[in-house]
Every structure is written in C-alpha cells, then in structure tokens.
C-alpha cells in the first residue's frame, strides 16, 4: 500500500532541515519533489535539474502551470528570482565537477554501508539510469527518502542489495516514513524516529544491523 500524502509530506519536511542558504540542490522525482513546499522562505537556495534549471521553486498551483517548465521527471515547477536555464550537458558538468552540494534520491533499496540501488527491478522496463549514477557519485551529500518496507512488506533497508547497484558506499543519510538513518564509515545509526513508531518496530522491519544514537530524536510532526 503506498504512503498517503501527510505521511510523504513529513517525510519531506524533515528532508527539508538539510538545506541551507547558499546550497545547490538536486532532487529526484517522487518524494523527494515535496521537500521545496517546506522550505521558509528566509532559505536562499537554488534546486538543480538534470535537464537544464538551476533555480527551481515550489510545486505551481493547479491551473497555473507552464507547459514549457518542468523538471527532469517532467512534471510542472516554478522558478525563482535569479533562475538560469543551460543545456543537459552543462547541467551534468556541473553534476560531475562535484557543484551540486546535496541530492535527494528515492531508492529501491539501501545497503548498511550505503549502497544504493534505484534504478531498475530485473525484468521491468524503464527508461534508464538517468542522472542518479552521477548525483550519487558525485555529489557532496547524499540523502534518500523512500518507505522503510516495500508494497509486501519486504525491508528496503538491507545488508547488502540484492538489487543492481547504482553507486556504492555512496548514501550518507536515509529518511523512511518510520526513521531517519545516519551512515558513517560503513555504519548504520539510527538517529530519529517518527512518532508514533518505536525502536522494535524499526528493528523489525529493517534487514541489517544498526546502532542506536544516544540523543536519538523523536519527531512529532
């Protein structure tokens, strides 16, 4: 069963708390395109596109999007004061020049020491890699959000991806709709968890070893 929209909107909100002023960010498709709606408006940042916007700002209204703006997925943006537009191909120099300060990913699965597969399930078609394989490598921070089980309540955290990879040792903080997870030289920790989910709950539901931080958090909203 998919998450509802409140739950996708926390989630987002908490992947909110890891921009700054100043930063250049990348967003994948999913998710990941909420965390602009939760952002104050005293943060200065401009959100990247793999198809050529540096600059992009909160989800259009219904009936006031431009059919000529999008992002990477294709789905309808703004812009804010101070945009650029540029081809794909700058778009991905500034990916692999190492500009791009954090990308927000979804993901399929997550290894305990940050591997990341989310692109492909054997046997589907989809479009291709796309940008992930250079955000993840590349990028300076990695955070991923996705569910912390999949639609059977199969761990999408695991010990190691059954998954093709996409990039490993790459992830370097995951967001479920249950946790969050910090990983540090090859270690999973735990540091907050969504109310009103519990430590046993988390443990059942995640197929690897992870420590517990002692200021672990519990987010309310």
């Known amino acids: 069963m998919g998450m509802g929209i409140d739950v996708r909107n926390r989630m ?8 700054y002023s100043g930063m250049v960010v990348n967003l994948g498709i999913g998710i990941p395109s909420l965390v602009p709606n939760h952002l104050t408006r005293e943060t200065r940042v401009m959100f990247h596109a793999e198809n050529g916007i540096v600059g992009m700002g909160e989800s259009p209204n219904k009936g006031l999007e431009d059919e000529n703006l999008c992002n990477a997925g294709g789905f309808p943006v ?4 101070g945009s650029s537009y540029c081809d794909s191909a700058v778009a991905f120099g500034m990916i692999r020049r190492g500009r791009v300060d954090l990308t927000i990913l979804g993901s399929l699965q997550v290894s305990r020491k940050g591997d990341l597969a989310n692109w492909i399930v054997p046997g589907k078609k989809v479009p291709g890699m796309g ?8 990028a300076r921070k990695v955070a991923v959000l996705m569910n912390h089980t999949d639609k059977n309540g199969v ?14 040792n790459c992830v370097d903080m995951v967001i ?3 946790a969050v997870f910090k990983i540090i030289g090859g270690s999973m920790i735990l540091s907050e968890l969504f109310a009103p989910s519990t430590i ?11 420590s517990i ?6 987010i309310e909203y």
Do not use: H, N, W, Y
């Open 12 to 19: 987002a909100k908490r992947a909110a708390e890891e921009i």
């Open 78 to 81: 703004t812009v804010v004061a």
């Open 131 to 138: 940008g992930a394989m250079e955000l993840a490598q590349k």
């Open 155 to 168: 761990p999408k955290i695991v010990e190691s991806c059954t998954l093709p990879l996409t990039a490993a």
């Open 176 to 178: 479920t709709d249950l």
């Open 200 to 210: 046993a709950e988390i443990t059942a539901k995640t197929a690897c070893d992870f």
């Open 213 to 218: 931080a002692d200021d672990l958090r519990v």
